[in-house]
C-alpha cells in the first residue's frame, strides 16, 4: 500500500487484497484493489494537475467545475402534465444546488437539443442572480417532439467543451424510448462523448428503456437510476447535484504495468457498481495501459484486477503486475503518480497456501455474478423462458444473501417468491409491477462492500 501525506487537496491510497501463491502451473493471479480518495488540495506536497487548471479553486468547493443539465421535453412528458412539472421543479433544485463560481447550462431534449439557459452557445457561472435567471428560464420548458438523446449529449458536450473547467459533468433525464435516431447514432455520440465529461443517467416513470440508460451512464463513467414517481425527482436531482460539486480531481486513470510475458485477462470496477473496464484501455507506455474512473471526490471504489503470468517453478516469486493511480497531464507531459500498489505471484507447494481464495476476491467474483444473473433471469422473464429465469433468478437470491447484499435481496423479492434462499428456491410472481422489475434492473450492478 502507497499512501501520500495529508494536505489540502485530496490524498489517494491504493490497497492490494490478494493470494499471491499459486500452485506448481498456477498462472492465474486475481486481486481486489481498494482506491480511496479522502481530503482536498495538493497530494505530497504538489499541486493536483486537475487543480491547477482552476485558477479560481475555493478551498472546499468544486474546482473549476461545469454541469450541463439535459432535460426531457418530448411529447410523453405531458403524460401526465405532473411530470413536466416535477422536471421543471427538480432541475430548479439542481440549480439551486450548484456553488457559487461553478458553470452551468440548461438544455431542453426532444428530437433535437435546444439551449434553455444561458444560449448562445454559452455557459453562466453560477451565483444568486444566475440562479433565479436560470430558474425563470424553466418555466418555458413544455413537453412536444419526440427522443434523440444523442443530439442532447453532443450539445452538452459543445457546451462543456468551451469550459477551462476540468470537471466537466452532465445530468440527463429521459422518460422514453430513444425513437428518433438510430442506436448507432446513439452509440455513436457516447463515443464522441466519452472521456470528455460524466454523465448520471435517470430515467422517470416506467416508459423507458433500462438498457439505453445505463448504457449511457456506462459509457460516460456515471450513475444510472429509476424515479418511478415523479414526484421523487426533485430530491433525486439535489443528490446528483450535491455529488458532481464533491468532486474534486478529473480524468483519473488506473494504470497497469505488467512485466513481459504477463496477460491481461480482464479489470473491472466492482464497487460501489459493476463496471467493465477492460476494453477501456489506453496504451500509456511500454507494457503498460490505462483504464478510466472519471472523477473523484471523498470516497473509496474497488477494482477486480485478473492477470496471466508466465509458469514458473516451485519457490519462485515476480511481480505480477504494478497498479498506480495517475493523473494524465493534459499538455501531453509526465502524469502525476497519486498512490501505487503491487499484485506478487509466489509458486508454492503448500497446497492449503495456494488454493486458499481470498475473501474480497471470492466476495467481488460474486458480486460480478450476481449483476450477470439478475439481467439474464429478467431477459429471460421478458422472453417467456420461465425454467430460464426461474434458475437464474434463484441463483440471484442465493448470492444477495450470501453476500449481505439486503438491498438487492429485497428488490428480488418484489419479482420472485423466496422459498429457500440458502439453495436459490424461488417461485416466479404472477404479477409484477413494471416498476418493480425496472428497479431490480437499473440497479442490477450495486454492489455492496466485502466485510473486512
Not at 436560470?134 to 438523446?149: D, N, V, Y
Not at 476494453?279 to 472519471?294: E, F, I, K, L, N
Request: with cysteine; charged share 20%.
Amino acid at each position: 500500500m502507497a499512501n501520500f501525506s495529508k494536505s489540502h487537496a485530496p490524498q489517494f491510497s491504493v490497497e492490494v487484497y490478494q493470494n499471491e501463491y499459486l500452485p506448481e502451473g498456477g498462472r492465474e493471479v486475481n486481486a481486489i484493489v481498494t482506491v480511496t480518495s479522502t481530503g482536498g488540495g495538493t497530494v505530497g506536497g504538489a499541486p493536483l494537475a486537475g487543480a491547477a487548471l482552476s485558477p479560481s479553486f475555493i478551498p472546499g468547493q468544486a474546482p473549476g467545475a461545469a454541469v450541463v443539465i439535459m432535460v426531457d421535453c418530448s411529447g410523453s412528458m405531458d403524460y401526465p402534465p405532473t411530470k413536466m412539472r416535477n422536471a421543471r421543479d427538480a432541475t430548479a433544485a439542481a440549480v439551486d444546488t450548484l456553488r457559487d463560481g461553478v458553470t452551468f447550462a440548461v438544455v431542453a431534449g426532444t428530437h433535437q437539443a435546444k439551449e434553455v439557459y444561458p444560449g448562445n452557445g454559452r455557459l453562466a457561472t453560477a451565483s444568486a442572480e444566475t440562479r433565479a435567471q436560470a430558474k425563470e428560464a424553466l418555466r418555458s420548458l413544455s413537453a412536444g417532439g419526440g427522443t434523440a438523446i444523442g443530439t442532447w449529449l453532443r450539445l452538452a458536450d459543445r457546451l462543456l467543451g468551451s469550459a477551462e473547467a476540468p470537471i466537466r459533468h452532465g445530468i440527463l433525464l429521459t422518460d422514453g424510448r430513444n425513437e428518433h435516431e438510430s442506436p448507432e447514432d446513439l452509440r455513436a455520440a457516447l463515443d464522441a462523448c466519452s472521456g470528455r465529461f460524466t454523465c448520471d443517467a435517470r430515467g422517470v416513470g416506467t416508459d423507458w428503456e433500462v438498457k439505453e440508460v445505463t448504457a449511457i451512464a456506462s459509457a460516460l463513467l456515471g450513475t444510472a437510476d429509476i424515479v418511478a414517481d415523479p414526484s421523487g425527482l426533485a430530491a433525486d436531482f439535489t443528490r446528483m447535484m450535491a455529488d458532481a460539486m464533491g468532486k474534486e480531481v478529473a480524468d483519473v486513470a488506473l494504470r497497469l504495468w505488467t512485466p513481459v510475458g504477463t496477460e491481461i485477462l480482464f479489470v473491472k470496477q466492482v464497487a460501489p457498481t459493476v463496471e467493465e473496464l477492460t476494453a477501456r484501455r489506453t496504451d500509456s507506455g511500454p507494457r503498460s495501459g490505462d483504464y478510466p474512473t472519471g472523477s473523484w471526490g471523498d470516497e473509496s471504489r474497488d477494482y477486480h484486477v485478473c492477470v496471466r503470468v508466465p509458469e514458473a517453478g516451485i519457490g519462485q516469486e515476480m511481480l505480477a503486475a504494478r497498479v498506480s493511480l495517475v493523473l494524465p497531464d493534459p499538455a501531453g507531459g509526465t502524469s502525476q503518480t497519486l498512490s501505487q500498489g503491487l499484485v506478487r505471484a509466489v509458486w508454492t507447494e503448500d497446497m492449503a497456501a495456494s488454493t486458499a481464495i481470498n475473501p474480497q476476491v471470492a466476495h467481488y467474483t460474486g458480486q460480478a455474478e450476481l449483476a450477470q444473473v439478475i439481467q439474464q433471469g429478467l431477459d429471460a422473464r421478458k422472453s417467456g423462458d420461465i425454467d430460464g429465469a426461474t434458475a437464474k433468478l434463484g441463483r440471484a437470491v442465493q448470492l444477495a444473501a450470501a453476500s449481505g447484499n439486503a438491498d438487492t435481496a429485497k428488490l428480488l423479492a418484489k419479482v420472485v417468491d423466496v422459498v429457500d434462499e440458502a439453495t436459490g428456491t424461488v417461485r416466479l410472481k404472477a404479477k409484477v409491477e413494471e416498476a418493480d422489475e425496472m428497479t431490480l434492473e437499473t440497479r442490477s450492478t450495486k454492489t455492496v462492500r466485502v466485510k473486512k
